[in-house]
């Protein structure tokens, strides 16, 4: 025999935390962010993709007060395409997140600092860094879902805190560097 109560708790919803459907969702969101990024900096290492490589990226770095550019093209370099390929596999995701969303609050402060545009990237706004910001922090706090190379010492809870910690201390970090 049904009772009220469960009647009631056949109509709530089930949480989607443990279906397929939302490692599913996260593995989509670290391809794109992952790989996008991997592409970015692709460009300012090797010059794929219609990139300067590290000397036309350190020549732009230095165009916007990063001097000398080669070490911050360098570095910025690698973040995106080590991060970007960690995050894509889901390896080190709070660790490697978290090191895009300084690289990327870094950007957007030499972006909002170096243009006149409004909000888009078309007009040189930072609309890509800060989608980059965001989809990274998310993934910080999410963890990669199910469909990961994933190494327990490098993925709990205690990891995800260090991931914001490191993200938020970072992004202060590159903003103090390009305003020195």
Do not use: W
Not at 156 to 178: D, E, S, W, Y
Request: net charge negative; charged share 10%.
């Amino acid at each position: 025999m049904r009772t009220v109560t469960d009647r009631q708790q056949d109509s709530v919803p089930a949480r989607d935390t443990d279906s397929g459907y939302l490692s599913l969702g996260l593995l989509v969101l670290r391809l794109f962010v992952g790989l996008g990024m991997a592409a970015h900096g692709a460009q300012k290492l090797f010059g794929l993709f219609g990139g300067g490589g590290i000397d036309g990226t350190a020549q732009f770095f230095e165009g916007l007060g990063f001097s000398p550019g080669t070490p911050y093209a360098i570095l910025s370099g690698l973040v995106e395409f080590g991060g970007g390929l960690l995050i894509t596999v889901g390896l080190a995701l709070p660790l490697a997140a978290a090191a895009v969303v300084a690289n990327m609050v870094g950007a957007y402060a030499a972006i909002q600092a170096s243009t006149e545009g409004d909000f888009f990237a078309g007009t040189g706004g930072p609309e890509l860094e800060l989608l980059y910001v965001g989809a990274a922090f998310a993934l910080i706090l999410t963890g990669p879902g199910r469909l990961a190379m994933r190494v327990p010492a490098l993925d709990g809870p205690k990891m995800r805190l260090l991931g914001v910690v490191l993200a938020i201390m970072g992004g202060i970090a590159a903003v103090v560097v390009f305003h020195l």
